[in-house]
């Protein structure tokens, strides 16, 4: 535990030394203050965040993986990477200890938006259990991001690489399982199973459910469990690195 608390103390700081993080959350806060101002903080319209966290879970799709695409990636580049393998830490603790400074950040990049919610309990009603949920629909959509975002950093030492394998797997994820549930080239009991299983694991719908205030533990156990598996596959793709 140790080790994991010193590496993502190391890397949280990292963050908040690059000019990339501060340009990232300006640009984020920028674009949330004018979705408020345009769409949410208008006299007469419901009390939400909706708009906001819509916006942020698609958002996080293009910052996570810029979050994370160094976290290994860099180590690899500047040959660093076999110091830390050498070190009395385990490859899980590494990933880990990456992981949770990602995530530190992510929450610091959110937090402003708790000005929001200021605003509307000043001039409205606003649905606390309905913010609750699409704040935490939000963290579990970066969380999976970022696990997916560190697991292709271990496999290429380029940024850049690391990046865009992220964001199109996940663009083609989403467009795949739109255009299954689109198509009508597959028999009707083949389409039939088809919807269900995509229904099931599109993590666009399960995100939507959060934006407007719908908690679903199966949502929960989906993302929590695929966060998990990214993170596990990290260790394992970091692991293999010891043995090349």
Same mark, same amino acid.
């Given at each position: 535990?140790?080790?994991?608390?010193?590496?993502?103390?190391?890397?949280?700081?990292?963050?908040?030394?690059?000019?990339?993080?501060?340009?990232?959350?300006?640009?984020?806060?920028?674009?949330?203050?004018?979705?408020?101002?345009?769409?949410?903080?208008?006299?007469?319209?419901?009390?939400?965040?909706?708009?906001?966290?819509?916006?942020?879970?698609?958002?996080?799709?293009?910052?996570?993986?810029?979050?994370?695409?160094?976290?290994?990636?860099?180590?690899?580049?500047?040959?660093?990477?076999?110091?830390?393998?050498?070190?009395?830490?385990?490859?899980?603790?590494?990933?880990?200890?990456?992981?949770?400074?990602?995530?530190?950040?992510?929450?610091?990049?959110?937090?402003?938006?708790?000005?929001?919610?200021?605003?509307?309990?000043?001039?409205?009603?606003?649905? *606390?259990?309905?913010?609750?949920?699409?704040?935490?629909?939000?963290?579990?959509?970066? &969380?999976?991001?970022?696990?997916?975002?560190?697991?292709?950093?271990?496999?290429?030492?380029?940024?850049?690489?690391?990046?865009?394998?992220?964001?199109?797997?996940?663009?083609?994820?989403?467009?795949?399982?739109?255009?299954?549930?689109?198509?009508?080239?597959?028999?009707?009991?083949?389409?039939? !199973?088809?919807?269900?299983?995509?229904?099931?694991?599109?993590?666009?719908?399960?995100?939507?459910?959060?934006?407007?205030?719908?908690?679903?533990?199966?949502?929960?156990? *989906?993302?929590? &469990?695929?966060?998990?598996?990214?993170?596990?596959?990290?260790?394992?793709?970091?692991?293999? !690195? !010891?043995?090349?």
């Amino acid at each position: 535990m140790r080790a994991v608390t010193a590496i993502a103390g190391r890397e949280l700081r990292a963050y908040f030394l690059s000019p990339g993080g501060y340009v990232i959350g300006a640009l984020y806060v920028l674009v949330n203050g004018w979705l408020f101002v345009r769409y949410v903080f208008n006299s007469g319209d419901p009390a939400t965040l909706r708009p906001v966290f819509s916006f942020s879970m698609l958002a996080f799709m293009l910052i996570c993986p810029a979050i994370t695409m160094r976290v290994i990636s860099e180590e690899l580049r500047l040959g660093t990477i076999e110091m830390l393998l050498t070190a009395p830490v385990r490859s899980a603790d590494i990933i880990v200890g990456k992981y949770l400074a990602a995530l530190g950040f992510l929450v610091v990049l959110l937090s402003p938006t708790l000005v929001f919610v200021g605003a509307l309990e000043m001039y409205g009603r606003p649905d *606390y259990g309905e913010m609750l949920c699409g704040y935490l629909g939000v963290l579990l959509a970066g &969380s999976v991001y970022l696990a997916s975002g560190i697991l292709a950093s271990t496999l290429t030492s380029s940024q850049v690489v690391a990046y865009l394998t992220t964001v199109f797997f996940w663009i083609i994820m989403l467009l795949a399982t739109k255009g299954l549930l689109q198509t009508d080239l597959l028999p009707m009991a083949w389409q039939a !199973r088809v919807d269900d299983l995509v229904i099931a694991t599109d993590p666009e719908l399960k995100l939507r459910d959060f934006a407007i205030g719908l908690f679903d533990s199966a949502n929960f156990v *989906y993302f929590g &469990s695929l966060t998990v598996v990214l993170l596990i596959a990290s260790a394992r793709s970091l692991e293999a !690195r !010891r043995w090349l």
